[in-house]
């Protein structure tokens, strides 16, 4: 039997914060904890946590911001201390260019515990202000004993390819087994529907109004839907003012209340009433994510899950997903220079539309990546991944021996 470990995971936002890292490592330290180890995450504080231990996993809070490259704000000493003084038998820190990650490849010189980095697709690599950043990555990489990449072909893998590095593990993200057990039955998804006056053909897409997932684009798209009755349901944060949040609403309510879009409908809901969102998921035709910029999104992963065939952009690792799950289809997807890309409106209407019109199909690549997921990409499977790859990583540092 291996030994128990302690493990430190750093990530800048955790529960109750709502977002796709804080997710992964929710997920990762939770089981791992149920698996009889000791998780501590180091992360922001924030006002609305009420518990520094949330099952079973101890939460150590620090009042900083920012980055290394845009500056970070707040006393570091006390993280520097934990990451140094912490007695730690691993240290995994997820997404770089955040103060958690950043702090910790400045001081990994001065870090006893396994060093574990899981970058997260560098989404400023192109981004010209992070030019002196990216010249050090190489060297920082060298020196950690494993770096986890989400994609086999995605900018982050390929960078450390570039410079010669031997230290790289493929560990996908996932869906949650607990959460997607079973689907909905038709009884189920006729409630769900009549709950929220939601007919015809479901289209969801989840996401928040950042401005980069798309949603302005699949509300043009969802317009001129050749479909005599739809509804397309956004499951994002209603934080009026941010990002493209007013817009979205406005046109949400213009078709809504317009006679030009008779028989379509678009439904806003609460992001963060998670039960809701997933079973509204479950009672979907299909899943839309037009995003501009990604790293492995988490949704791709859950619409496998909950049966849901999806049509997306090429954001992040979104085509190898279609491949990895067999349950999408990527849209024609123009790059830009900064590293997003943005889909090709002629080409999602027509996909979408061929899709809406083709039941079969939709069952067909919804069965299909559903059976993957189960196979693959449950959280209970990836959590094993994680924790053989830090005995592994233990095991040539010999603290197993």
């Keep these: 039997m291996k030994k128990s470990l302690k493990i430190l995971h750093a990530v800048e936002f955790y529960y109750p914060s709502i977002g796709g890292a804080q997710e992964v490592v929710r997920h990762l330290s939770e089981r791992m904890v149920q698996a009889g180890h000791d998780v501590t995450i180091a992360t922001t504080k924030l006002p609305n946590r009420k518990d520094l231990i949330h099952n079973g996993v101890k939460i150590v809070e620090f009042e900083l911001s920012g ?79 494993a770096a986890v990449y989400l994609s086999n072909d995605y900018r982050d893998i390929n960078f450390a390819r570039e410079h010669g590095l031997n230290n790289s593990y493929v560990i996908p993200n996932g869906a949650d087994e607990t959460e997607f057990t079973d689907t909905l039955n038709n009884e189920q998804k006729s409630l769900m529907r009549n709950m929220y006056g939601i007919g015809g053909l479901v289209i969801m897409t989840i996401g928040n109004y950042t401005g980069e997932k798309g949603h302005l684009e699949l509300l043009n798209i969802f317009k001129k839907l050749p479909v005599s009755k739809a509804t397309l349901v956004s499951a994002g944060t209603l934080k009026p003012h941010d990002g493209c949040f007013d817009e979205f609403e406005r046109q949400a309510a213009a078709i809504n209340n317009g006679r030009r879009y008779i028989g379509k409908r678009v439904v806003m809901l609460d992001g963060t009433d998670r039960r809701l969102v997933r079973d509204m998921l479950k009672s979907a035709d299909m899943f839309v994510f037009l995003s501009n910029i990604e790293a492995s999104p988490l949704v791709i992963f859950e619409s496998a899950a909950a049966g849901v065939p999806f049509v997306a952009t090429a954001a992040g690792n979104i085509s190898e997903l279609s491949e990895w799950l067999g349950s999408g289809i990527v849209v024609k997807t123009e790059q830009r220079p900064n590293g997003r890309v943005k889909a090709d409106m002629k080409d999602a209407l027509w996909q979408i539309t061929k899709l809406a019109h083709n039941k079969q199909r939709r069952v067909a690549l919804g069965q299909k990546g559903r059976n993957t997921w189960k196979k693959n990409y449950t959280w209970d499977k990836l959590t094993q991944d994680y924790l053989d790859l830090y005995n592994k990583v233990l095991k040539s540092k010999g603290a197993n021996k």
């Design 67 to 145: 980055n290394s490259v845009n500056g970070i704000k707040g006393n570091q000493k006390p993280y520097v201390d934990l990451l140094k003084n912490g007695g730690f038998d691993i240290i995994m820190t997820y997404a770089a260019q955040q103060w958690s990650t950043d702090i910790f490849l400045e001081n990994l010189d001065d870090i006893k515990a396994a060093k574990v980095l899981v970058p997260c697709g560098y989404s400023a690599l192109y981004d010209p202000a992070y030019e002196e950043f990216f010249k050090s990555m190489p060297g920082w990489l060298k020196k950690v004993d």
